[in-house]
Nanobody, 123 residues
Framework: QVQVVESGGGLVQAGASLRLSCTTS????????MGWFRQAPGKEREFVASISRYGGNTYYVESVKGRFTISKDNAKSTVYLQMNSLKPEDTADYYC????????????????WGQGTQVIVSS
């Protein structure tokens, strides 16, 4: 069983930065593509970013392009989401997920999920 654990959320003001981290246990981390998703109160979960197994390919939802960066350190079994220039509309619970195979933007493709970390951006 693969465990996924996120960390790094918090309360920040608009314009600030946060870095979310996500680690997995179990099978080799390098065998997974990783994705970040978020769910705001009253809204459906949405794709934020994903990265291929060895980090060579990254994908972002349009609303975070140029502000968020996903990266993967297989030696540390950790994936990061660097979030800059945060906006109030980025407020959500952020979830990390893992899947074998290529990264996608569809949550149903991901097999393993963390419990989420909360990000609140005040105006």
């Amino acid at each position: 069983q693969v465990q996924v654990v996120e960390s790094g959320g918090g309360l920040v003001q608009a314009g600030a930065s946060l870095r979310l981290s996500c680690t997995t246990s179990g099978r080799a981390f390098s065998s997974y593509a990783m994705g970040w998703f978020r769910q705001a109160p009253g809204k459906e979960r949405e794709f934020v970013a994903s990265i291929s197994r060895y980090g060579g390919n990254t994908y972002y939802v349009e609303s975070v392009k140029g502000r968020f960066t996903i990266s993967k350190d297989n030696a540390k079994s950790t994936v990061y989401l660097q979030m800059n220039s945060l906006k109030p509309e980025d407020t959500a619970d952020y979830y990390c997920a893992a899947r074998p195979g290529p990264p996608t933007s569809y949550s149903g493709d991901y097999l393993y999920w963390g419990q989420g970390t909360q990000v609140i951006v005040s105006s």
